[in-house]
């Protein structure tokens, strides 16, 4: 049993101004055996795909991995990096021998220049490469997918939790299915629903109201023995693609009647959730005010997410902690590569030194905020993740460096955009993690994995930003008439 292995993955902010190239994502490619081993042991896709074939003693034929690049969002990928990667994807298949079926790690939420359904459009490609096998595809939550998907493969598996901490457990679901499938055990058989919903990422946590309710319903169902599996990608808002928003599909096994009704159940329930899934959120000015008050009454520390940065350069929550006097915060990152390099060849560890920070990137970013603190780590880090998801992974992160301001107040000023989904990436340039009542992070909802086991309270802001949980206050071009809230009432 041979199976042919390859992930093409890229959420694309097309609100971001830097267009993805080949250049952006070529540093992070890996081909041949190293696409297995550079995951074997880390909790991925791929790695789950490992796990059952190595108990089926099944054999994969690695072609090549390539997506997300470190540093901020990036925009739409242009046809010659997407078709560089698709096209090396199907030729690396059609010149691997005699396959059995091919297992596709993609996103959902990639969006190509002249390309409508790049996720479609790499499975018709793999399919024209490889004949009538069976092609199965995993998929991020964060999914922007319509028919066009299901009907070009014979299986599509979404991760059900955000933060994402289940990719292993789906690429081993995936796996399975196309162990069956190819022993003549299990008939794959796929509907696909869009209930006409998208919402900004920070309202789809998978262990909360309303995506919980989604999710409970799809377990329910797949309870049944004829049930593969049933799985909900609430969309990626942030890509002006027609295909944006959720989707509901069903995986039976030979029923096609079946599974239509599954994936039409769930898509009733969650239209029934929509206004759920786009309900307000503070502003930064109140939002902070909130949350120095509840610092005040003993809870600490908060986790201030900060979910519409995704260039980095966001001062909206930093410029408010500082003017409502916070003490005791850390911001893990504030990108301005100026500004990190300026200091790095002029000033040291121990100086006091004044800069202007942040506010460049966009017009969403906010002003520049002025500085004025003592350097007390400056240097490139390496780390270890320690958090659920990932964990284990090594990260070399660029250039860092972080102001003391006074009052137990730190900023890192970073050459690339810098989160901290775990207590890694705050730990490594020497914060206290223990010390602080306020952590601002660059992130949504996968921050949650690590800190909800260590803050008192998650408090997510509306913050100004191309990432924005009023998705109203973005102009879209490419979306279709009936998409909740965007263009329909």
């Given at each position: ?108 939420a ?40 299901t ?16 990719s ?14 190819l ?63 959720m ?8 029923d096609q ?70 003490e ?19 000033a ?21 905020v ?120």
């Amino acid at each position: 049993m041979r199976i042919g292995v390859a992930s093409f993955s890229h959420e694309t902010c097309t609100f971001c101004p830097d267009p993805t190239t080949i250049e952006r994502l070529e540093p992070g490619a890996r081909r041949g055996e190293e696409v297995l081993e550079g995951t074997r042991g880390i909790p991925s896709y791929i790695n789950g795909f490992i796990e059952v074939a190595e108990e089926e003693k099944a054999e994969l034929v690695p072609i090549l991995s390539v997506g997300m690049a470190p540093g901020p969002y990036t925009s739409w990928l242009d046809r010659e990096c997407f078709d560089k990667y698709a096209d090396e994807i199907a030729t690396g298949l059609a010149e691997a021998g005699d396959l059995h079926g091919v297992l596709l790690a993609l996103h959902g939420a990639m969006a190509v220049k002249s390309i409508l359904k790049p996720e479609a459009e790499i499975v018709r490609r793999v399919r024209s490469a490889v004949g009538d096998i069976p092609i199965m595809v995993t998929l991020d939550l964060h999914a922007n997918e319509d028919h066009e998907l299901t009907d070009a493969s014979d299986a599509v598996f979404v991760i059900k939790t955000y933060p994402h901490v289940d990719s292993e457990e789906t690429g081993i679901i995936a796996a399975r299915c196309m162990v069956q499938t190819l022993r003549g055990e299990f008939t794959p058989t796929q509907a696909l629903r869009r209930p006409g919903i998208v919402s900004a990422s920070i309202y789809q946590a998978s262990d909360f109201h309303p995506m919980k309710d989604l999710y409970d319903l799809c377990r329910e169902w797949e309870k049944r023995d004829d049930v593969f599996c049933v799985s909900v990608a609430p969309g990626y808002a942030y890509s002006d693609v027609p295909d944006i928003g959720m989707s509901v599909i069903a995986v039976t096994d030979d029923d096609q009647e079946l599974a239509e009704e599954i994936a039409e159940n769930v898509s009733k329930r969650a239209w029934s959730l929509r206004e759920a899934l786009n309900r307000p959120l503070p502003r930064p000015r109140e939002g902070v005010a909130e949350v120095i008050r509840l610092v005040e009454e003993g809870n600490r520390p908060i986790v201030i997410a900060d979910g519409a940065d995704r260039t980095g350069d966001s001062t909206h929550i930093l410029e408010e902690l500082l003017r409502q006097e916070a003490e005791n915060f850390a911001v893990p990152g504030i990108s301005d590569p100026d500004v990190a390099r300026d200091l790095e060849s002029s000033a040291q560890e121990g100086d006091e030194v004044t800069v202007t920070v942040g506010g460049w990137a966009s017009e969403h970013s906010g002003d520049p905020v002025e500085l004025t603190g003592v350097i007390e780590y400056m240097g490139r880090p390496r780390f270890t993740l320690v958090g659920p998801m990932r964990k284990g992974t090594r990260v070399q992160d660029g250039l860092a460096i972080r102001l003391n301001l006074g009052s137990n107040r730190h900023v890192v000023i970073s050459e690339r955009m810098r989160g901290s989904n775990d207590s890694a990436g705050l730990t490594s340039v020497g914060v206290d993690i223990d010390s602080l009542d306020i952590i601002v992070l660059k992130s949504r909802v996968h921050h949650r994995a690590f800190w909800d086991h260590v803050a008192a309270v998650d408090f997510p802001m509306d913050a100004p930003g191309i990432g924005p949980a009023d998705l109203t206050t973005l102009t879209y071009e490419h979306v279709p008439e009936g998409i909740y809230p965007i263009s329909a009432e």
